[in-house]
């Protein structure tokens, strides 16, 4: 797969309105097995799969909601208007694997779908069946590539993609599914199946097998019960509700399904107030002390408002991903509602979620490829740590000796003048009236160096330089992870800024579409991954043990190739570009043919050092990602 | 607030009613403050608690009965699911098991079987839980009795 590059689609819309740009982002497919294998070679296969699998979102979408014809030429969409016969929008596809095919556009709330036109009946059936026969579970695998920018052309780093990115229809579609699987299959009703399925994790296996051993049991837990209580009334009908004490008519109570009555004010501040109280609303049950009976979803769409209603069925809505914890989770991308879904046993953590976020899926810190987890738990807490304080200033102060008031050397010699006038030498903390000469003038200090030559080291100073080592050492890698993030983070800028604008100019300027301006794009993408990457190494090589010098010393290496290939990719996307950009576009207007060469050369060297930092970098990812066990423990 | 004071006013009402078929529990209301309420239990039988007269605390929240009232001992007593100091009782229908259908005289019932029943596993007084915890019984026994004698019963003499 795809190691360095954002997954994402960009489609343009360049017919007609060329000021239109619409950013398209893949938002998931549909399922992803976690078995890789070889292509499927059949186009016809692919088109299929493509096109009953694909979504795309499309901001600024003007036409919300629109079914229409679409045909698709040279990997250009267009998109026929129903009425008058007559295409209306042209959209244009990177990527796009499938050249030539018609097929049906469809946008329900700026989330583009193409379907085949292709009546041969139900996509998802044609798709496992394809599936089986090949023996192949993997083909969405290679479906991926084809809407990435797809800057990994090289496949042997690739790794599988175990996940799925949600987006909210598809989540509570599928927990729809799972309520009705359980409904129909224990005829039960659907608001006892969500609380059985919520009590199991929902978990449709689990329930099902807990339910079909010990149902007595189960009923008993999740507070089920086999039949609804009819309750008969008394004489008179009046029924005292023992919440709030007041005497009501039997027909204006209320009671689930285990018959304890209650009246309706109290059943409605009763829900309210436990809805308000959390997620534990979830967990409702009968007001009754010694009654188990569950309070389900129906009860609370008949009692509370429609603010609590909401929040309830959001309650809902979210434990199906967050009581799954082990196979589904929110992103952590800030403001994102996409939800991802995990297969078990993957090799690889890192996950990219629909917005554009990427992160570990193990302990939701950033992507941190190739350096473990641990270590950057050790590494993050390090860096919020109080303790780095003290150690700096154990490091970087010394105490008057007289006053002992603490003091920081900016600049200057080692003579030392405290507030309280004391005059003493920085380096021995000796009266700055026994130096002189002798002693090594103003810039140094005998006394001092004789101590220390002699190894007779001050038991203070001895903890100091320790600590300033060790300070100095953090300090080293620090700067440099934060740096690469800086980098990464202005890169990233910079690459919307050219996606924005720079290569409407550069096409305009050089005549040449922006589809043959990608390779800029995936330059980009490339230096945004590598800061990422570089960025965690300088946490791993703090963590490196001293001790092990061969493999301190190749992971230097490896690292500073991958490094210097970086910048140089980096200063060609940045510098030679903008010459490109800024040059006057007038002065070429009459010499075309130059332009072009100046392209060509600008587009070889960009090509040329991606992939070349590509590959320093995918050689730095297995080194460090098994331990760099290519050279031997001392 | 409202329906906080018309159901503890009607609580009054049935406690008034219930003092002769409840000897074992004398609830009172204060004067001027329908939210704070005092309540004398009698220590139950066969237990080290026994023949003690034990004052218990209400102070009531507005939410009532959705929410649970705030209940502490006054009389001081050793138990393992009760603070030595500050009289703080650790009870689950006080917590997150209440449900509004409980009452001020049920919870001095439940506080009454808790006193009976006492849970070593979550205490609040740790020497009164380990002693349990370890076994010694009748190490517990002789302490609770103690400070029953020392704190709940009248002065001989």
């Known amino acids: 797969m795809n190691t360095y590059g954002l997954r994402e689609v960009r ?64 990997g250009v969409i267009e998109i026929f208007d129903d009425e008058y016969g007559d295409y209306s929008d042209k959209y244009e596809v990177k990527g796009i694997r499938r050249t030539d095919s018609e097929g049906v556009y469809k946008s329900v709330d700026g989330v583009v779908k193409i379907f085949e036109d292709d009546d041969e009946g139900d996509y998802g059936d044609d798709i496992e069946d394809e ?38 229809d598809d989540i509570r579609q599928q927990q729809q599914e799972d309520i009705t699987q359980v409904t129909n299959t224990l005829s039960i009703s659907r608001v006892s199946a969500t609380i059985l399925l919520r009590h199991y994790n929902w978990d449709v296996e689990k329930a099902h097998e807990a339910w079909f051993t010990t149902e007595e049991k189960v009923r008993k837990d ?36 285990c018959g304890h009555l209650f009246c309706e004010s109290c059943w409605t501040q009763y829900i309210s107030m436990k809805i308000n109280d959390g997620p534990e609303c979830l967990m409702l049950r009968c007001p009754n002390p ?62 990219v979620c629909g917005c554009g976020h990427r992160f570990c899926w193990n302990c939701v810190e950033d992507a941190h490829r190739p350096v473990d ?64 000469e002798e002693t090594g003038g103003y810039y140094a200090c005998n006394i001092y160096e004789k101590v220390r030559s002699g190894g007779v080291y001050d038991e203070e100073e001895k903890i100091k330089n320790k600590a300033k080592d060790y300070l100095d050492k953090y300090a080293f890698y620090y700067e440099r992870f934060e740096e690469n993030q800086k980098s990464r983070l202005k890169a990233i800028e910079s690459l919307k800024k050219i996606q924005s604008e720079g290569l409407v100019k550069l096409s305009d300027k050089y005549g040449l579409p922006e589809t043959e301006l990608g390779y800029i794009t995936d330059a980009w993408q490339q230096i945004i991954e590598c800061r990422r990457v570089l960025k965690w190494t300088y946490a791993y090589g703090y963590y490196l043990p001293p001790s092990e010098h061969v493999k301190k010393q190749f992971f230097e290496c490896l690292q500073g190739e991958a490094e210097s290939a970086l910048e140089r990719l980096h200063q060609c996307a940045e510098k030679d570009l903008r010459k490109y950009l800024e040059e006057d576009g007038a002065l070429y207007y009459d010499t075309f043919p130059i332009k072009l060469v100046d392209l060509t050369v600008l587009k070889s060297k960009l090509v040329n050092l991606t992939g070349t930092t590509r590959n320093y970098f995918e050689s730095l990812v297995r080194a460090l990602e098994n331990g760099l066990s290519d050279v031997g423990t001392q | 607030m409202q329906a906080s004071r018309a159901r503890l006013f009607k609580e009054y009402k049935e406690v008034q009613r219930e003092k002769v078929a409840d000897p074992d529990i004398q609830l009172v209301c204060d004067d001027t403050n329908i939210f704070k309420w005092t309540a004398l239990i009698k220590g139950p039988s066969e237990t080290p608690y026994e023949g003690g007269v034990f004052q218990l605390a ?52 439940a506080i009454i079987a808790l006193m009976a029943h006492p849970e070593a596993d979550s205490p609040l007084n740790c020497d009164s839980g380990n002693l349990l915890r370890s076994g010694d019984l009748r190490g517990y026994q002789s302490m609770a009795r103690m400070y029953t004698k020392l704190a709940a019963m009248p002065k001989k003499g």
Not at chain 1, 137 to 162: I, M, V
Not at chain 1, 227 to 255: G, L, T
Request: aromatic content about 10%.
């Open chain 1, 373 to 436: 987890c641990d270590t950057v738990r050790k590494w993050v807490l390090k860096n919020t740590a109080e303790s780095e304080n003290v150690t700096w200033i154990l490091a970087n102060s010394k105490s008057c000796p007289k006053c002992k008031r603490p003091i920081q050397k900016n600049e200057g010699c080692m003579h030392m003048v405290c507030q309280c006038k004391f005059h003493f030498c920085w380096l021995c903390l000796g009266d700055w009236n026994n130096h002189g």
């Open chain 1, 11 to 74: 489609v343009k819309k360049f017919k007609r309105l060329p000021e239109y740009e619409y950013d398209v982002k893949r938002l998931r497919s549909r399922e992803v097995r976690p078995k890789r294998s070889k292509r499927v070679d059949s186009a016809e296969q692919k088109k299929r799969k493509v096109a009953s699998e694909d979504k795309y979102e499309v901001k600024k979408l003007k036409r919300k909601n629109s079914e229409d014809q679409c045909k698709v030429v040279d």
């Open chain 1, 222 to 257: 999740v507070g089920l019960l086999e039949e609804q209580v009819v309750r008969i009334h008394n004489m008179e009908n009046i029924i005292k509700c023992s919440v709030c004490f007041d005497d009501f008519d039997c027909d204006d109570m209320s009671a689930a399904n």
């Open chain 2, 58 to 109: 209400f102070a009531v929240p507005e939410q009532y009965p959705l929410q649970p009232p705030q209940v502490r001992f006054l009389t001081k007593i050793f138990h393992p699911n009760v603070h030595f100091k500050t009289g703080e009782i650790c009870l689950d229908i006080l917590k997150t098991a209440w449900s509004p259908a409980w009452t001020l005289q049920s919870v001095c019932r």
């Open chain 1, 290 to 351: 010694s009654c188990p009976v569950a309070v389900g979803q129906d009860m609370v769409n008949k009692f509370v408002s429609d603010e609590d209603k909401e929040k309830y069925s959001n309650y809902l809505y979210r434990s199906y991903v967050e009581d799954k914890r082990k196979m589904s989770k929110w992103c952590p991308g800030p403001g994102c509602e996409f939800a991802i879904e995990f297969v078990a046993g993957s090799s690889s953590y890192d996950v």
């Open chain 1, 131 to 168: 599936g089986d026969c090949n023996d192949d579970g993997g083909f969405e695998e290679d479906d991926e590539d084809w809407c990435l920018n797809d800057t990994d052309k090289s496949d042997d780093d690739s790794r599988e993609k175990c996940y799925t990115v949600l987006i909210e």
